[in-house]
């Protein structure tokens, strides 16, 4: 018998709430999002291919029924860690619900639905090449670039926009010897999404982060960390979960990724040279 996990949250950007149903789907189907509010419930597949450009988050979009779903980063970092490869995610909104603005809520989520198969991580294509992208934003260096490897590991470097703070650093691998899954849900997914105090008014009248409460956030300012943190690199950890969950649209592979400073736009850029890298599966 399927098990169907549900829940229901705010999304982060809209402030949109909504209601989630996870179960698992046909093997060879992939991750689909299903938008059961609209005519026909149109499906979006999770692939790198149907990626739209976003501030602040990943969003995806079916041409064919101009159907959304957005901020799918923190679900499909969990999917790509605990082997999940074929679900359905049935949503009744724009956006996905944010829980505790960490992917902690979409691992109990995954864990409900019983579609967590650890073996099947290890069974990705190798990356041929290396492949790079650059940023030329700014004096300080923004890259991300993935080397050949035979297990799969990511390195994120968090510069703090504020001067005179530390650089975090946050790693992630996934090989023979280490407990990949128990790692990520220990270490990375319960790091909250990052904010920037001075920002968080100019965002708000951009549109964005609506659904954001302090609780959701590791908050920072000029002075330092605002409130209490989960980790002292909360940050460079959350951002490492969103790059995990980004490059999943391009299928999972074996590499070994260092990302300085990267956003969303250059996580997606990276996954598209990725995924025709490998022969666009
Ligand atoms: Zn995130």
Same mark, same amino acid.
């Given at each position: 018998? @399927?098990?169907?996990?549900?829940?229901? #949250? $705010? !999304?982060?950007?809209?402030? $949109?709430?909504?209601?989630?149903?996870?179960? !698992?789907?046909?093997? /060879?189907?992939?991750?689909?999002?299903?938008?059961?509010?609209?005519? #026909?419930?149109?499906?979006?597949?999770?692939?790198?291919?149907? %990626?739209?450009? =976003?501030?602040?988050?990943?969003?995806?979009?079916?041409?064919?029924? /101009?159907?959304?779903?957005?901020?799918?980063? *923190?679900?499909?970092?969990?999917?790509?860690?605990?082997? %999940?490869?074929?679900?359905?995610?049935?949503?009744?909104?724009?956006? +996905?619900?944010?829980?505790?603005?960490?992917?902690?809520?979409?691992?109990d989520l995954v864990r409900q639905a019983g579609l967590d198969v650890p073996a099947c991580r290890y069974d990705?294509?190798?990356?041929?090449?290396?492949?790079?992208? =650059?940023?030329?934003?700014?004096?300080?260096? @923004?890259?991300?670039?993935?080397?050949?490897? &035979?297990?799969?590991?990511?390195?994120? %470097?968090?510069?703090?926009?504020?001067? #005179?703070?530390?650089?975090?650093?946050?790693?992630? %691998?996934?090989?023979?010897?280490?407990?990949?899954?128990?790692?990520?849900?220990?270490?990375?997914a319960p790091a909250r999404t990052p904010a920037f105090l001075e920002e968080i008014a100019t965002l708000r009248e951009a549109g964005l982060?609506?659904?954001?409460? =302090? =609780?959701?956030?590791?908050?920072?300012?000029?002075?330092?960390? $605002?409130?209490?943190?989960?980790?002292?690199?909360?940050?460079?950890? *959350?951002?490492?979960? &969103?790059?995990?969950?980004?490059?999943?649209? !391009?299928?999972?592979?074996?590499?070994?990724?260092?990302?300085?400073?990267? /956003?969303?736009?250059?996580?997606?850029?990276? !996954?598209?040279?990725?995924?025709?890298? +490998?022969? #666009?599966?």
């Open positions: 018998m @399927t098990a169907v996990a549900e829940a229901s #949250g $705010v !999304a982060l950007h809209t402030g $949109v709430a909504a209601h989630v149903r996870l179960r !698992a789907a046909r093997p /060879g189907s992939g991750i689909l999002f299903v938008r059961t509010d609209l005519p #026909g419930s149109p499906s979006i597949p999770a692939s790198i291919t149907h %990626v739209i450009p =976003e501030r602040r988050s990943t969003a995806l979009s079916d041409p064919a029924t /101009g159907a959304t779903i957005r901020t799918v980063e *923190h679900f499909l970092a969990t999917c790509f860690v605990l082997g %999940v490869q074929d679900c359905i995610l049935e949503v009744d909104g724009p956006e +996905l619900p944010a829980g505790d603005g960490a992917a902690l809520y979409w691992v990705a294509p190798k990356l041929p090449q290396p492949v790079v992208i =650059e940023d030329e934003e700014g004096d300080v260096a @923004t890259f991300i670039a993935a080397f050949p490897a &035979d297990e799969f590991s990511a390195y994120y %470097v968090f510069v703090p926009p504020y001067p #005179g703070q530390a650089v975090q650093v946050a790693a992630y %691998v996934d090989g023979s010897s280490t407990d990949a899954a128990d790692f990520f849900v220990r270490n990375l982060g609506l659904g954001v409460s =302090e =609780e959701q956030t590791c908050l920072l300012s000029a002075a330092g960390p $605002v409130g209490k943190w989960r980790f002292p690199d909360e940050p460079a950890r *959350h951002k490492l979960v &969103d790059l995990l969950g980004d490059l999943f649209l !391009a299928g999972r592979f074996r590499a070994r990724l260092v990302a300085v400073r990267t /956003g969303h736009r250059h996580n997606a850029l990276l !996954a598209r040279r990725v995924w025709e890298m +490998l022969g #666009g599966r």
